[in-house]
């Protein structure tokens, strides 16, 4: 997904006109369980992250939005009494009942813009790996917003732009971070509708965030040592371990490719 040679960074004009949305684009013949092969790394740094930011609450109801075949769901159920894996590819939910399977979680097809549930009707949303996808995530924002409850909290993981290696390379060329999304997509699309592949500016996004009325309370820079050098070299418990210290101060500088973002409903 944001792997392979770097691509070279083309800024998104986010008000042009855009094709609508398909909401099952991983039904083209993409098996996303296997994208999880040979990334435990990744995987566990992330929990490390949803542990920490819900370390000592616990909820009524949440939802998982895009969250495939369920990969966080399980975490989750342990903050919360009654969880919802929100998707929109049919396939994934398929997916999903194995991984699932003999638990209480919900399964729903839905798309993050046009959510199924009620005003109000939850008190935390995770979105974790779908922001990648949305070059323009006012409507998704705004959805989210709408189904929390007043005080509820949100986990949005952002794909980061200004993470370390790019700007050491903008400070270099002596050009600034685009605001905007930047297009990380490394092949053609092969359809018009295709879909997108981003990364964004952390505090554009915040800003969008607050927008619609979702209030940044916390982050986190997570699987910052993510390099195949490194899972080489170093034994994954090694990696944790310097994962679990690096997350919260990185975080102050944007550092690693993944933002988490724990917000509040205003």
């Known amino acids: 997904m944001r792997g392979g040679r770097r691509p070279v960074a083309t800024v998104l ?12 684009q991983y039904e083209r013949d993409y098996d996303y369980t296997k994208y999880w092969d ?14 920490r930011l819900l370390k000592g609450n616990h909820f009524r109801k949440a939802a998982d939005i895009g969250g495939g075949f369920g990969r966080l769901c399980l975490l989750l159920r342990t903050f919360a009494d009654e969880v919802t894996l929100a998707e929109p590819a049919a396939t994934q939910l398929e997916a999903a009942k194995k991984v699932l ?8 097809q839905m798309q993050a ?19 990648h996808h949305l070059p323009a995530p006012a409507p998704e924002f705004a959805e989210i917003a709408r189904v929390l409850a007043p005080g509820g909290t949100a986990i949005i993981e952002v794909a980061n732009y ?21 297009s990380i997509r490394t092949v053609k699309a092969d359809e018009p509708d295709a879909i997108a592949f981003v990364n964004h500016n952390i505090d554009t996004v915040v800003g969008q965030l607050a927008n619609a ?9 997570v699987s910052n040592l993510r390099s195949q050098r490194l899972k080489k070299a170093l034994p994954k418990a090694v990696m944790l371990a310097a994962e679990r ?4 101060g990185l975080a102050r500088s944007n550092f690693g490719p993944s933002i988490f973002l724990k917000l509040r409903k205003a």
Not at 39 to 47: L, P, T
Not at 245 to 248: N, W
Request: hydrophobic letters at 35%; glycine letters at 6%.
């Open 38 to 51: 040979n990334r435990d790394y990744e995987n566990a740094a992330e929990h490390i992250a949803i542990r």
């Open 162 to 182: 200004g993470h370390y290696k790019n700007r050491r390379r903008h400070k270099k060329e002596g050009t600034p971070l685009p605001i905007e999304p930047v």
């Open 113 to 131: 813009d046009d959510l199924g549930f009620a005003d109000g009707e939850l008190d935390l949303v995770t979105m974790v790996r779908v922001m």
């Open 13 to 24: 004009d986010v008000n042009a006109e855009k094709p609508k949305k398909v909401a099952n």
């Open 245 to 248: 210290i690096t997350q919260k």
């Open 213 to 221: 009325g979702l209030v940044l309370e916390s982050k986190l820079s």
């Open 101 to 108: 399977e003999g638990t209480d979680i919900k399964q729903a």
